[in-house]
């Protein structure tokens, strides 16, 4: 006797439903093959018919699957073949065919692009030209215990795809887009932050902020090379540039302030060396005009004395041929050059004094009556 439930339903209705079951399906085997063979056994194909048609579908897979091992290798690529995931060969710019997938594996890889790395910030994600901080990368402390943000571009290509490829077993870096195996994901980007962290933290702030940036790239250069020959990644880093160099925000104002000065200390030695350039030259030239009339009036002076000692040795040699023709004629020639500086009277026993007119016209003064000595 049926009887009814609360819902409406019967209890033989209750105990036909059954809830599915995680259970598997009893699979009946041998059904499906008699199944086949019927199938193939159908009248108008025949046995040999079906078995034609299946091998036929079977051989024309096979040329597909023989096809698609045709690929193509651009000028600037590589491709890395392996035959049941063992190496075998590089193959260079050109169409080749190798085993395909699952007997073959090939990796067609640009190995003269040159690639970028960003360390510190990621720029241009989903259209934003903002860039986007990540300090956990770029905040690191200095040789004199200061925070320093130093974001980083690494430029860098592969040297060594063989190493690239198999030298390194990489997890990838999904915020940037590289897929696990790549030696340019997690591993690139810790090098590349070990290596800044070293350089920056063996100097002081200033240097990285403001006098070394040259040298710091060189130096963070050098260590990165270092560090990915050691670890064979195949990767050869080109360039290091350091993009933005802030210090911490709270005290950036005092920085900006240093930098300026910086600036001005730089400006004012500049104009201070540009004024002894100017001034230097000039005093050079006017002690070399002083120089040159000291040295005139020395040669001059040296020459006169050398032609008055000339001069005394030539009288000394008449003197000693004869002396009283040599002093008299000494005596005249000094008489000749006092006697046109002085006043000249003539003295007379006569008529005293007279005076001795010169040429010129002048008056003489007659000596008091007193003066006069003796006439001649």
């Known amino acids: 006797m049926a009887t009814?439930?609360?819902?409406?339903?019967?209890?033989?209705?209750?105990?036909?439903?059954?809830?599915?079951?995680?259970?598997?399906?009893?699979?009946?085997?041998?059904?499906?093959?008699?199944?086949?063979?019927?199938?193939f056994n159908t009248p108008g194909l025949g046995g040999g018919g079906a078995a034609l048609i299946v091998g036929g579908i079977l051989l024309f897979s096979f040329f597909i699957w023989l096809a698609t091992g045709f690929y193509t290798v651009g000028p600037d690529q590589q491709a890395a073949l392996r035959t049941f995931g063992e190496f075998q060969r590089f193959e260079t710019e050109g169409l080749h065919w190798h085993y395909p997938a699952p007997i073959g594996t090939r990796n067609v890889v640009s190995v003269t692009t040159t690639r970028q790395l960003e360390v510190g910030f990621r720029s241009g994600e989903d259209g934003n030209t903002t860039p986007r901080s990540v300090p956990e990368e770029s905040l690191m402390i200095t040789n004199d215990v200061n925070i320093v943000d130093v974001q980083v571009v690494v430029q860098y290509r592969i040297s060594s795809l063989r190493d690239f490829l198999f030298s390194v077993d990489d997890p990838g870096d999904n915020d940037r887009g590289i897929s696990a195996g790549q030696p340019d994901g997690t591993t690139l980007r810790d090098i590349t932050e070990t290596a800044v962290r070293q350089v920056v933290g063996a100097r002081a702030i200033d240097d990285v902020l403001t006098t070394?940036?040259?040298?710091?790239?060189?130096?963070?250069?050098?260590?990165?090379?270092?560090?990915?020959?050691?670890?064979?990644?195949?990767?050869?880093?080109?360039?290091?540039?350091?993009?933005?160099?802030?210090?911490?925000?709270?005290?950036?104002?005092?920085?900006?302030?240093?930098?300026?000065?910086?600036?001005?200390?730089?400006?004012?030695?500049?104009q201070a060396r540009a004024y002894e350039a100017d001034r230097i030259p000039r005093a050079e030239g006017e002690a070399a005009q002083i120089i040159e009339s000291a040295q005139a009036f020395r040669d001059g002076r040296i020459a006169k004395a050398?032609?008055?000692?000339?001069?005394?040795?030539?009288?000394?040699?008449?003197?000693?041929?004869?002396?009283?023709?040599?002093?008299?004629?000494?005596?005249?020639?000094?008489?000749?050059e006092i006697l046109p500086g002085i006043k000249k009277f003539v003295l007379s026993s006569e008529s005293g004094v007279l005076p001795f007119l010169p040429i010129d016209g002048s008056s003489p003064t007659l000596p008091t009556t007193g003066s006069a000595g003796g006439g001649t």
């Open 306 to 336: 050398q032609g008055e000692a000339d001069g005394f040795l030539a009288i000394l040699e008449g003197y000693q041929q004869s002396p009283d023709v040599t002093r008299r004629r000494l005596y005249l020639e000094a008489m000749e």
């Open 212 to 270: 070394e940036k040259e040298q710091v790239q060189t130096d963070i250069l050098l260590k990165m090379t270092e560090l990915a020959d050691f670890y064979r990644t195949g990767i050869e880093i080109q360039n290091v540039l350091l993009q933005n160099v802030n210090p911490p925000q709270e005290v950036q104002s005092a920085f900006e302030d240093v930098v300026r000065a910086r600036e001005d200390k730089e400006t004012t030695i500049q």
């Open 4 to 39: 009814a439930n609360d819902k409406g339903g019967t209890v033989e209705d209750l105990k036909m439903y059954r809830p599915p079951q995680n259970e598997e399906p009893n699979v009946q085997f041998e059904e499906i093959i008699n199944r086949l063979r019927t199938s």
